[in-house]
């Protein structure tokens, strides 16, 4: 089992920042994925971005590229979320994922690992 844990969300207005963090513990893979995904009230879950553990290779939403950056900390089991020009679209529960496999996915029923989710408001 994996056991994820996110920090760092709350209330910001446009054009402001965010990180949000997440750390893994209990049996994580070397190899393995990590993902930010989100929710936003009536909507489905949608991915966010992902990187591999093992090279920090990244793959974005398009909808987030240019202002949203992952990135990890091996040596703290953590996985960060740089958010920078946010915009009131970006309102939603953000939720970590991770996977003991390699592939930068984006499906969100492929992780089989979630955390308890951060609420990320945007103000106009």
């Known amino acids: 089992q994996v056991q994820l844990v996110e920090?760092?969300?709350?209330?910001?207005?446009?054009?402001?920042s965010l990180r949000l963090s997440c750390t893994a513990s209990g049996r994580i893979s070397s190899s393995g994925t990590m993902a930010w995904f989100r929710q936003a009230p009536g909507k489905e879950r949608e991915f966010v971005a992902a990187i591999r553990w093992i090279d920090g290779n990244t793959y974005y939403a398009d909808s987030v590229k240019g202002r949203f950056t992952i990135s990890r900390?091996?040596?703290?089991?953590?996985?960060?979320?740089?958010?920078?020009?946010?915009?009131?679209?970006d309102?939603?529960?953000?939720?970590?994922a991770a996977d003991r496999a390699g592939?930068?996915?984006?499906?969100?029923?492929?992780?089989?690992?979630?955390?308890?989710?951060?609420?990320?408001?945007?103000?106009?």
């Open 103 to 124: 592939a930068l996915m984006t499906m969100a029923y492929l992780y089989p690992y979630w955390g308890q989710g951060t609420q990320v408001t945007v103000s106009s």
């Open 7 to 16: 920090s760092g969300g709350g209330l910001v207005q446009a054009g402001g």
């Open 73 to 89: 900390d091996n040596a703290k089991n953590t996985v960060y979320l740089q958010m920078n020009s946010l915009k009131p679209d």
């Open 91 to 96: 309102t939603a529960a953000y939720y970590c």
